[in-house]
């Protein structure tokens, strides 16, 4: 299993712009290998500007190859087309699960 997150900060101005955007139903459930989505939103971290917000877009994935499939899919370019993506800041992490309970 993968664990591939993208962390997104963006001026608290644009926040309710980026949950609209992700509450749009997509297609995720069907794409072969995805486990699951969570859109986390930070409630506290340090460094963080008091006018900026945190948020992780957290995607569990069967293998590396699901979440690469995806990635490079119309689906993902279907899901960021929206020109919702303004001025925000995005860092990658890609993961591989070590243990798991
Ligand atoms: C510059 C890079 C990226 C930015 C700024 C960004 C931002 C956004 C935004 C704002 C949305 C909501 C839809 C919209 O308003 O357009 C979204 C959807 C989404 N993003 Fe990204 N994203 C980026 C790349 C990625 C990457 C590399 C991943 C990999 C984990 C990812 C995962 C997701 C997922 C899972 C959704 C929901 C898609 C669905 O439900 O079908 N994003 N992204």
Do not use: C
Not at 59 to 86: I, N
Request: aromatic fraction near 8%; charge should be negative.
């Amino acid at each position: 299993m993968v664990v591939v997150q993208n962390r997104i900060t963006a001026p608290a101005a644009v926040a309710e712009r980026i949950e609209h955007g992700f509450s749009q139903p997509g297609n995720l459930r069907e794409q072969p290998g995805f486990i699951s989505f969570k859109l986390l939103k930070a409630t506290q971290v340090s460094g963080l500007d008091e006018d900026e917000v945190l948020y992780v877009a957290s995607t569990e994935w069967e293998t590396m190859e699901a979440y690469e499939t995806w990635r490079s899919g119309d689906a993902f370019a279907r899901a960021h087309g929206g020109g919702g993506q303004g001025p925000m800041r995005a860092t990658l992490e890609v993961f591989e699960v070590k243990v798991a309970r």
